[in-house]
């Protein structure tokens, strides 16, 4: 692809994600020395629970960055890594620069994506846990909005993004493509499909206990681990909620990936070519339930 065009695509993009600085970022970064999570730990705990792997660790200090510096402070902030591939003798510089200023980072078994909460929801069972993605660059107010939402409304899942589902008058759900994109100042709702990359908080106790099965996770939804939360939040009777001035603009710490120029494959280059709707159908087909509810909604 020649620079003309690679041009026209940045300028002619006109979807909800844009591009961080990433060169004054990177100043910011340099001196930073502010610890990231709170001394005086809050009960339940409010804990930050991230993923990721090799090929994305060499711009993961943006993401890491933006976690630490938020307006409220986490009680915690857990990047986990695949044990087989990573041990505390290894770390790249983009995260062991974190440490100090209140980083953690654990080694676990690699579940894929579902490794950004379900050991996290394993070893804290009764904390708050918010998910982030691995190469966001969350505003300062990300965690407050999510967590005051929590406050006022502490039963539901809250998060930054949504797209609501719908259903056909022969209660067939439609398309992923057609469903209604990026909601704002939306009732609670089984039919709110949180969508991961804007984070999302999970209370304590909102899973249903089959979230653990990761066998049949992986199996039926080996690209979706939104899909899998989502349906597993609805069969433990728990509505998900967009958060009120939600923070829907998405700010990419690598433009060139999401745009699909370099060759790395993401998540949601697989799933926009149909996945979501058959692994929704799939698990949906293991828990008949779960869509009667959605469908009564």
């Known amino acids: ?25 990177r100043l910011k970064m340099f001196n930073f020395n502010k610890i990231g999570v709170t001394e005086e730990k ?3 705990q409010l804990i930050i629970s991230l993923t990721s ?11 890491l960055y933006s976690l630490l510096n938020q307006n409220l402070k986490p009680d915690k902030i857990i990047l986990w890594l695949d ?45 708050i846990i918010v998910t982030a993605d691995d190469d966001i660059y969350y505003k300062k107010d990300w965690l407050e909005k999510l967590y005051n939402s929590y406050l006022k409304n502490s039963n539901d899942i809250q998060c930054h993004r949504a797209h609501k589902v719908k259903i056909d008058k022969n209660d067939n759900i439609l398309p992923y493509e057609s469903w209604q994109k990026n909601l704002s100042g939306e009732d609670a709702s089984f039919l709110n499909f949180l969508t991961g990359v ?49 923070n829907s603009t998405i700010f990419s710490t690598n433009i060139f990936r999401q745009l699909g120029i370099i060759k790395e494959r993401t998540l949601y280059s697989v799933n926009k070519q149909g996945k979501n709707d058959e692994q929704i159908k799939d698990v949906l087909s293991k828990y008949p339930k779960i869509k009667a509810k959605l469908i009564q909604e």
Do not use: Q
Request: aromatic fraction near 12%.
């Open 1 to 25: 692809m020649n620079l003309l065009n690679l041009l026209k695509i940045i300028i002619n993009y006109k979807g909800h994600t844009r591009s961080v600085n990433r060169g004054f970022i």
């Open 42 to 44: 809050r009960n339940p």
């Open 53 to 63: 792997y090799a090929e994305r660790l060499k711009d993961i200090d943006f993401t």
């Open 83 to 127: 044990k087989e591939k990573f041990n505390y003798e290894n770390l790249p510089k983009t995260i062991t620069k974190f440490i100090k200023n209140g980083l953690e980072v654990k080694f676990c078994e690699d579940i894929k994506s579902y490794t950004k909460l379900i050991p996290t929801l394993k070893e804290y069972p009764e904390s």
């Open 198 to 246: 804007g984070g999302v908080l999970y209370p304590p106790k909102c899973f249903d206990n089959d979230v653990f099965d990761i066998e049949s996770a992986l199996t039926l939804a080996p690209t979706a681990d939104d899909v899998w939360f989502w349906l597993m939040t609805i069969k433990n009777n728990r509505k998900i909620r967009v958060v009120k001035n939600n």
